[in-house]
């Protein structure tokens, strides 16, 4: 027998029960499953193993241990307003290359930004993608972000969703390409 096991960034197989029984007890949330052959384990594993995307439905506390920036927007009708906490790390300035940024104030520890994209709707999720991919590819791949979503719809979004869809799993999984680590949290 075979036994596949998943949790919090953590997956494997193993021929050991009593391991699987240390893994249960030890990491929150985790799980296994018996099978007969190594191979349909490790599918078991690639299908149901953390993707790595911090998530955090009210953010108590730190969610990142190290240097993180926490991003707020704000979508309107002449476009979307950014508010940047950079004070867990420092003094930090963009490169400006795309065209929409048409404003952008540096206080200490703190960037607003404003991004002037027209006929944006709040309440379409699309618009919402759209708005996040535009400020993140504004702060660049490296930063640890806090993202403070507006809704849950969004947040289910981004950590639970594995539809066909393929503008979300586009944006889901080049948020996942990023070197710096992304988290989510609601307002």
């Given at each position: 027998?075979?036994?596949?096991y998943?949790?919090?960034?953590?997956?494997?197989?193993?021929?050991?029960?009593d391991f699987?029984?240390?893994?249960?007890?030890?990491i929150?949330?985790?799980t296994?499953?018996?099978?007969?052959t190594?191979?349909?384990?490790?599918?078991?594993?690639y299908?149901?193993?953390?993707?790595?995307?911090l998530?955090?439905?009210?953010?108590?506390?730190?969610?990142?241990?190290?240097?993180?920036?926490?991003?707020?927007?704000?979508?309107?009708?002449?476009g979307?307003?950014?508010n940047?906490?950079?004070?867990?790390?420092?003094?930090?300035r963009?490169?400006?290359?795309?065209e929409?940024?048409?404003?952008?104030?540096?206080?200490d520890?703190?960037?607003?930004?404003?991004l002037e994209?027209?006929?944006?709707?709040?309440?379409?999720?699309?618009?919402?993608?759209?708005?996040?991919?535009?400020?993140?590819?504004?702060?660049g791949?490296?930063i640890?972000?806090n993202?403070?979503l507006?809704?849950?719809?969004?947040?289910?979004?981004?950590?639970?969703?594995?539809?066909?869809?393929?503008?979300?799993?586009?944006?889901?999984?080049?948020?996942?390409?990023?070197?710096?680590?992304?988290?989510?949290?609601?307002?």
């Open positions: 027998m075979w036994y596949a998943v949790g919090s960034k953590l997956g494997g197989v193993t021929r050991n029960y699987i029984n240390s893994i249960v007890k030890k929150p949330y985790a296994f499953r018996r099978f007969e190594e191979e349909q384990a490790w599918r078991f594993v299908n149901h193993k953390n993707n790595y995307i998530e955090s439905i009210n953010c108590y506390g730190d969610i990142f241990k190290n240097f993180h920036a926490t991003l707020e927007y704000f979508i309107t009708e002449k979307v307003y950014a940047l906490d950079t004070s867990k790390i420092g003094f930090v963009f490169k400006i290359m795309n929409k940024v048409t404003k952008i104030e540096y206080k520890g703190f960037v607003s930004v404003f994209i027209k006929n944006l709707n709040s309440s379409l999720i699309n618009c919402h993608i759209a708005s996040i991919l535009s400020l993140l590819h504004l702060i791949q490296i640890d972000i993202i403070i507006p809704n849950y719809s969004l947040f289910f979004l981004f950590t639970q969703y594995t539809g066909k869809n393929v503008y979300y799993n586009e944006s889901i999984n080049y948020i996942k390409a990023r070197i710096g680590n992304v988290a989510f949290t609601v307002k």
